[in-house]
Every structure is written in C-alpha cells, then in structure tokens.
C-alpha cells in the first residue's frame, strides 16, 4: 500500500484524542448520503431483530434457571452467550427512549449472573460451571459498548454493578488469554476487547496487554494469500499433511477480522492495517454476487449458514469500517446484510436460505450474535466512510480461475457462472472426521439468473459443537457432489480423499479443472476390490457446466456420481427423459442431462434438507453403466 493511503487511512483512523472513545474513526462529519439507504436497512433490521429477541425472553421470576434468558425456538437448552444482547438492547433503548428495551437488556443480565457468571470473573457457555469460559470475552465486549455508548440510560445502581462485573470479566481474560491457548478467534478477539475495556474502565495494562497480543497476531496471516489462520485445535500453528494452515472463513470474516480492523484504525497501527488489508481483499474474493461467504472449503464449515457462521457476530465492522480503503468492503457490507434480512422471519435470523421454505426453526444464537455489528456500525455511523454498493464484487466481474495456494482451493467463472473446487486438507480436529468440501469436490455452484445450484455440507453431519448446533432434520444426506461407492455397506467417497490433488487450466473459452481422487472410507482406507481411482473434470464455458467422471479401473460394485442441485420444494420438476431432469426456479429452468439414467435418492418427501449450508435440494445421482468407465453429467440454465 502506498505511503500517501496510509496518510488517508490515518486521517479517518484518528480515535479519542481527547477522549478514550470518541469513535473509531474520526473522519469528518458531513456523512455521505450514499450510505443513509444502508443506515435505513441496519436500523430497521436491528430494531426488528431486538423486538424478535424479546418475544421469545423468557419473563418468570419464580424460576431463575430461566428467567430474563432469550428461549431458542430450536434448542432445547438456553444459549449461556445470551447476555451478548444487553448491547443492542441498550441501543435500541437509547435510540428510542422504549423502557422495554431497558428491561429487556437488564434481563438476559440477570439471568447471566444467576446461571453462567463465575467467581473469577468468566462466563461460561451453558450453566455447567466446568463449561467453556473462552466466551467471557464476547460478553465483555457487548458488556463495554453497552456501558460506554448507553451506558447513561441505566439507573445509577445498575451502571455501577454492570462496571464491577465488567472489571471481573477483563481481569479473567487478561489472565488467560494468550494468542494462542486456542482457536485464533479468542486471542484476536481479545485485542480489541482488552483495548476496549482497558478505555471504559481506565485500565493501562488491559491496554498493554492488547497491544502485545497485536504484535503476535500479525505472524497468523498465510504466506500468499495473507489469510488469517489458526482456527484448529490442537494448536493454532498445526500444519496439514500438505503444509497448510487452519484456515475458517467464516469465523474469519464475521469475528476476528472485525475486532483486528476496529483495533488496528482505533490505535493507528498502520502495519496492521496494512496486512488486513491485503487480508480482507483476499477474504472478499469468497463472497459470492448475492452476498454470501463461500465458505464450503473451510475447516470449521459445521457452522456455515450461508450467510457467514452460525454463532459469530457478523461482517459488517470489518468490510463496512475498511469501505475508504477499497468501495468494494462497503459492497460486501451491505449486500451480507440484505442477505441476512432476506433469511430473516419473525424478528429472528435463521441459519440458512431455505430454513424457512423448509419448516425448520430458527436459532436464537443467530440473532443476539449478529445483532451486536450492526449496533457497532450505528454506534460509529458519524465517523465511518461511504458506503454503497455500487462497487461490484470481485466475483461479480471474475473470469477465470483463481487458484488460493494457502489452501489448494480454486474459484472459477466463466459467463454467469460461478464455483469452487477444494482440495483444501487442513482438518479442525483431530477427534472429527466430518469433512468440509474436499478431495477435488465442487464446493459451490453458482448461476447470476438462478443463484445456488450446489453446496457443500458436511461429509456426515456431526454436531461438533453439541450447544452451538441445531441437530440435522430427517435422513442425513450430504449436499457435497462427489463419487461414491458402497462396500460390504461402508460408505466410500472422494470426499474423504485427502491426498487428492487438481490443477487447471482456461483454453478456447472453456476452463477445465481435472481432479485426480480416490475413493475411501471416513478412516482414509481405500476400496478394494473395485474402481478406486478416477479423474474428476470439470469443464465450464459460458453456456454450460460439464462433469466428466473417468475411470480406467473395472467397476464391480454400484458406484455413482451424485449431484445434489439447491432446490425449493415448490419448484416443478420434469423428468424430460430417463437421462434428463429440469427443474423450474423462479428465475429460470435447470436442466440436468446425462450419459446415463439419472435417479434421485431415496428421500423424505420432496427435498432433502441439511443443516449446511441451510438449504434443501434434489439429490440426484448417476450410475456407472455395465462395462462402462466414463460418465458425462451437464447442467445449463435457460
């Protein structure tokens, strides 16, 4: 980055000269009137995502295992992170002069303090007391905002209580927090948050401490592509088997990211916005035209809702924040903010795009979470740049591959399509064997006409996270195209191969990605005693996809390509011929054809639905024939 952007970045990057908190970035008044329709779109969705908070709170003094909690409308249990929503309720309640949200915010405190506070300082994610304390520093940020911002609209006796119970919580985080004592989300986190609370509270050695950890974070960016790495356990520094590092896009862009961007412009630490934002630039290329992050190749994909991760805070603060710096950050802000009113339905956010069409309910923990950026960006609204979203997407205008080599994953476009090709092998841990998108699998495919046509899911649905995961409706089948093959009733698939490897190559108007995989078990053992390796080949020109399956090994069991395609339930589907299936979208017609008869899994009614990335679809599948080692599949939109 230029010197003289820096000069610029520092002008609106100025915090608190006079003041500890006077807003993260001091650029000048006069607010562009570009971003008032973007003012108007986070307004109403918080508003109406805090009035959706509170019809599901749970008001019953005589039981204090529950009373002030939010209820899930999907979980049986209570989300112990709750009390993350006492800052957008004291927003609304400031913003609206409306009691309810006072009493509301005062609620999932006291709930807090009766079930998940401990004595030194932490809180835990449920009422077990020997749960996961890594969370205090979630609650401490809300905590502090709420305090900092609207803190005056408290009466005095609670403000006090509220500023006691902060310091408690900074002090337990500024004792246990190192960059890496786990995931690199909570060690990043914890430099704005200690930064922050050392402000409120007047602490110079939470400060400290936060500047400290700020030098260490910048050696947790990839080699190449400068992504921000660390999610896995173990240890943050694991390598793959093929030099790769622990890299989520999800928890990336809605969590660490926002806190090192509001750090990095607050303090003016001009090195590390200057790795965020080669960082956020590479992070972006995964967002796809319509506002979501493609993060079917990330190794904590469990939680992929589409639009971002199921239990992190939102985008918004990191792209929004960084708009000045590249306009195409403030386009990624607000189209994921569309996105996720779009999935939203009776004032709560559900986990996907299709929860809705599908029946399946919503969780809470969606909501207080994401509630939380969108009160930030309001919070800073003077200081902050224009942002719009007349900057297109890189994916938007992408033709081509882009080949990530930190995470062997390539995107593709050619016309009005869009994919991802993973042979990302860096897993999350070591005790699970879920499998985001890999193995030379197609992760995502996308169409500008019709939207998402193919998701990855989980290999096998898992609940990785028991608390933080909403348990898989009716038959657990993956989403994910792949081969596969069943042997003496063991499931095996390229998915599982973690060795695989593609290259690529765009020629003649057609880009060609050859995937060289074989098919194994969830324990990586290969089949035997039929095909077990076989070239996968993606061909992409601007009329069509193509899926070529190869092999030059006898088949002697069933094996199959299959090709699940994102699809309403209500959407019409015509079987054309035995080898050809379209189905009818709003936008327009799909048509599947192949070499070979084309079924469709046995389901439970019409469509399948998994949990990730939230949608339902066809799952339709393609036999080898008799004698046969080549199969040809092709979809087309019309």
Not at 129 to 142: H, L, Q, R, V
Not at 528 to 542: G, K, L, V
Request: include cysteine.
């Amino acid at each position: 980055m230029k010197r003289r952007n820096f000069i610029q970045l520092s002008t609106l990057a100025g915090v608190g000269l006079s003041l500890p908190m006077a807003g993260l970035l001091n650029a000048c008044e006069s607010h562009p009137e570009h971003s008032f329709e973007f003012k108007n779109l986070i307004s109403e969705l918080l508003k109406d995502w805090c009035d959706g908070m509170i019809k599901v709170q749970i008001n019953n003094p005589s039981n204090l295992e529950e009373h002030g909690a939010l209820g899930c409308p999907s979980c049986e249990h209570i989300h112990g992170r709750c009390m993350d929503a006492v800052y957008p309720f004291l927003y609304m309640a400031n913003i609206s002069g409306d009691k309810k949200y006072i009493e509301a915010a005062k609620l999932v405190m006291i709930w807090a303090e009766n079930n998940v506070s401990q004595n030194n300082g932490a809180w835990t994610v449920i009422k077990n007391p020997k749960s996961w304390k890594g969370i205090t520093i979630f609650g401490a940020i809300a905590l502090a905002e709420a305090l900092h911002y609207h803190g005056h609209v408290l009466d005095e006796e609670t403000r006090k209580a509220w500023t006691e119970r902060l310091e408690k919580a900074g002090q337990y985080v500024y004792e246990t927090f190192t960059i890496d004592f786990t995931n690199i989300n909570y060690g990043g986190t914890a430099i704005y948050g200690l930064d922050l609370i050392g402000d409120v509270l007047g602490n110079k050695g939470f400060k400290t401490k936060s500047k400290n950890l700020a030098e260490e974070v910048k050696l947790y960016f990839t080699a190449n592509e400068g992504l921000l790495f660390g999610e896995c356990k173990p240890e943050a520094n694991k390598l793959s088997k093929k030099g790769l590092r622990g890299v989520d896009l999800g928890y990336n862009v809605e969590e660490t990211l926002n806190s090192l961007v509001m750090y990095a412009l607050k303090e003016k630490d001009e090195e590390l916005l200057q790795i965020l934002t080669k960082s956020l630039n590479s992070h972006l290329e995964f967002m796809l035209p319509d506002g979501a992050w493609d993060n079917s190749w990330g190794n904590r994909m469990y939680k992929w809702s589409y639009w971002g991760s199921r239990t992190c805070d939102g985008s918004q603060p990191a792209f929004g924040m960084m708009a000045h710096i590249n306009p195409a950050f403030g386009t990624a802000a607000v189209k994921n903010t569309e996105l996720l009113q779009r999935c939203t339905a009776d004032g709560l956010i559900h986990g996907g795009p299709h929860y809705i069409s599908a029946g399946i309910p919503p969780c809470v923990h969606h909501t207080f979470a994401h509630a939380k950026p969108l009160a930030a960006m309001l919070d800073h609204w003077k200081h902050l740049p224009e942002i719009n979203k007349n900057k297109a997407l890189p994916r938007v205008t992408a033709d081509g591959i882009t080949h990530f080599k930190d995470l062997d994953v390539s995107l593709f476009a050619r016309g009005d399509w869009r994919g991802t090709v993973s042979a990302y092998d860096a897993e999350y841990h070591y005790k699970y064997d879920y499998r985001q998108a890999s193995g030379g699998a197609l992760g995502v495919l996308y169409h500008n006409k019709v939207g998402l046509l193919c998701a990855a899911s989980m290999a096998e649905y898992h609940m990785v996270e028991p608390y933080n995961q909403q348990i898989q409706p009716g038959k657990d089948i993956a989403l994910t195209p792949r081969i596969e093959t069943f042997k003496d009733n063991v499931w095996f698939t390229n998915l599982y191969d973690l060795p695989a490897t593609f290259t690529g190559k765009d020629e003649n108007g057609i880009i060609e990605l050859l995937a060289k995989v074989k098919l194994k078990n969830v324990n990586r053992e290969v089949v035997e005693e039929t095909a077990s390796q076989f070239d996968i080949i993606y061909n992409c020109s601007s009329d069509k996809m193509e899926i070529r399956v190869i092999t030059n090994q006898s088949i002697s069991e069933p094996t199959a390509f299959v090709l699940p395609i994102v699809s309403k339930s209500k959407e019409v589907i015509t079987h054309v011929f035995e080898n050809e299936i379209t189905i009818q979208k709003p936008e327009g017609k799909v048509t599947i054809k192949a070499t070979s008869p084309i079924k469709i899994k046995e389901i439970e009614g019409s469509r399948t639905f998994n949990m990730v990335p939230g949608v339902e679809a066809l799952p339709l599948e393609v036999y080898f024939e008799k004698d046969k080692k080549e199969l040809l599949l092709s979809v087309t939109v019309s």
